[in-house]
């Protein structure tokens, strides 16, 4: 049975299966791009609880959502499965990675930058608007500001991926966008500040990749094919077969599809390439013994600064730091060092009303005492006890103060780890084993979360807390990086300097599995500006084919 040939088949649909669809179609390629998420156009974003209970993905357990959290025993990550990858739920933070932070990579800064500038004219980063009404008032960005001035760190407002408004020098929260047509045919709006980036735009205030990217390489002509989870990968003569299990179809039973390519292109992010090759080390005998290095969390770590005060009329009171009202990251307070691990970058965060919600509902015992006395008086109305009708003292305390959770301030803070993680495919009992100690970290993270305690401690804070797995000596990341790291020979990278596999010609990697280190800020810039910069070989190897 004859099955489907392209010149080229991308695995993957983030940062950098994106730009490698658009730019190897641009030149005449024949492309088809696999991605094992579904769609997600702006307004199917999962918000109500039943929707959230299904926004996870475990095919085996007939789970196709957004979602998809791995747990190691000591490192947490989170990535997304949808067409545009990560781009659905990051915080939309489009940094360059710092030039003098290339130290130990085998490419340099200005190696990037004509790529970084490419992707740009297409992302579109924009800084927020803080000088303007109603942006403005993003309390959480002017604490960021104030905490970072206490402890002695140079604040600035952060790149975005976000459209705010047609006009950008008075962009207006929620107007009709003015933006070329997308796959999804639909309309986009400006940001409305509802802080619910991390869990998809319903509004299409996002730039993200289906948007753009994956939008002209669809006019161009590329195949996207979603629902389509790669399984299995096998070099053959002149090129390689890509299986994969199509999720598509109601049926219960699998439905597998081969394709063929003379070209291949793996941009399933760093766990996903990375156990994807793993899985299938049998059929790669030559790859380099670098496979599964490297491995990184971008030194992502989670903290809050719970019950901000400030001072007002000389008395201390709990500042309103509105966690939840404007995009989760508007700027970055970074510190620069000689010192490596010394290098971080601590940024506002934010709370969706979704979950403040959620966090007041786990006040259990106040949840029944509220309750307890607006029934109360409720009652006591009802049969005349007590005469006076206006119930809405009792109902308005019944909802709850929320003090707790408004005046709280999340951070994240991220920077130069050890990159020093390993990951193992177990043959005994056939899963993938992860090891990323904190241990060797720890100069890093000490220095971090010190500063981030010092922060807290400007803002009047009454309880500095990490995120819950710290407690259990395990690190958590939104950002996992490395895996098929780029080296200058076979014994330091699994990919060369442009992002070809050692050992397999046409073969090539191009996602943040490629890293050979921490990235320092947001990874998402530098990976689409890597893979831009692999694009170019790419077409220069199919044009001499």
């Known amino acids: 049975m004859a099955i489907d040939s392209f010149d080229v088949i991308i695995v993957g649909s983030g940062f950098g299966g994106s730009v490698m669809a658009y730019n190897l179609a641009s030149a005449g390629m024949k492309v088809c791009l696999l991605e094992r998420g579904k769609a997600y156009p702006p307004g199917s974003f999962p918000r109500s609880p039943d929707q959230m209970k299904n926004a996870f993905w475990q095919p085996d357990k007939e789970l196709f959502g957004l979602y998809d959290f791995w747990s190691f025993k000591d490192s947490d990550a989170i990535t997304s499965s949808g067409l545009g990858g990560g781009s659905l739920i990051y ?56 905490a970072a001035t206490n402890v002695g760190l140079p604040f600035e407002l952060v790149p975005l991926a976000i459209t705010f408004g047609n006009d950008e020098e008075n962009p207006v929260p929620g107007e009709q966008l003015n933006t070329p047509p997308n796959l999804h045919g639909v309309n986009r709006y400006g940001c409305r500040l509802c802080g619910e980036c991390y869990m998809g735009c319903n509004f299409g205030s996002k730039n993200t990749l289906d948007l753009n990217y994956l939008t002209m390489a669809k006019e161009l002509g590329v195949e996207i094919r979603t629902l389509a989870e790669v399984s299995q990968l096998q070099p053959i003569d002149g090129g390689y077969v890509v299986t994969y299990t199509s999720h598509v179809s109601k049926s219960t039973e699998a439905v597998s599809i081969a394709l063929s390519s003379k070209f291949l292109v793996l941009a399933a992010g760093s766990l996903g390439t990375t156990s994807l090759l793993l899985n299938n080390q049998q059929w790669f005998p030559n790859i380099s013994k670098a496979l599964g290095t490297k491995l990184s969390g971008n030194g992502d770590l989670l903290t809050v600064a719970i019950g901000c005060q400030e001072t007002v009329d000389g008395k201390l009171k709990k500042r309103n730091v509105k966690p939840y009202f404007g995009p989760v990251i508007t700027g970055a307070a970074r510190n620069t060092s000689d010192d490596k691990q010394a290098r971080f970058y601590i940024e506002d965060w934010s709370y969706t009303t979704i979950i403040i919600w959620l966090l007041e509902t786990l006040n259990a015992n106040g949840l029944k005492l509220r309750w307890f006395k607006m029934f109360t008086a409720y009652i ?27 005046s709280s301030f999340p951070m994240v803070g991220m920077g130069m780890d050890e990159s020093d993680g390993v990951m193992a495919y177990d043959p005994k009992t056939k899963s993938l084993n992860l090891r990323m100690p904190r241990k060797t970290s720890e100069k890093f993270f000490d220095g971090v979360r010190a500063k981030m305690k010092l922060m807290s401690e400007s803002l009047n804070a009454g309880l500095f807390l990490d995120y819950p797995s710290w407690y259990l000596s395990k690190t958590v990341t939104v950002h996992p990086l490395g895996g098929c790291p780029m080296g200058a020979t076979w014994e330091s990278g699994v990919v060369d300097t442009h992002g070809e596999v050692y050992n397999y010609p046409n073969m090539f990697i191009a996602d943040g599995s490629v890293m050979p280190g921490a990235i320092g800020p947001n990874p998402s810039l530098t990976i689409a500006a890597v893979a831009d910069r692999f694009s170019e070989r790419v077409i220069e190897n199919w044009r001499k084919a």
């Open 91 to 146: 915080a939309n933070v489009l940094l360059r990675k710092d030039a003098q932070w290339f130290d130990g990579w085998p490419v340099e800064y200005c190696d990037l930058i004509p790529h970084y500038e490419r992707v740009e004219k297409v992302l579109k980063p924009t800084k927020y608007p803080f000088d303007k009404t109603p942006y403005d008032q993003t309390v959480k960005t002017a604490v960021l500001k104030d």
């Open 380 to 406: 006591r109305s009802l049969f005349g006890v007590h005469r006076n009708v206006d119930l809405s003292a009792h109902v308005s305390e019944f909802l709850g103060v929320a003090d707790g959770c408004v």
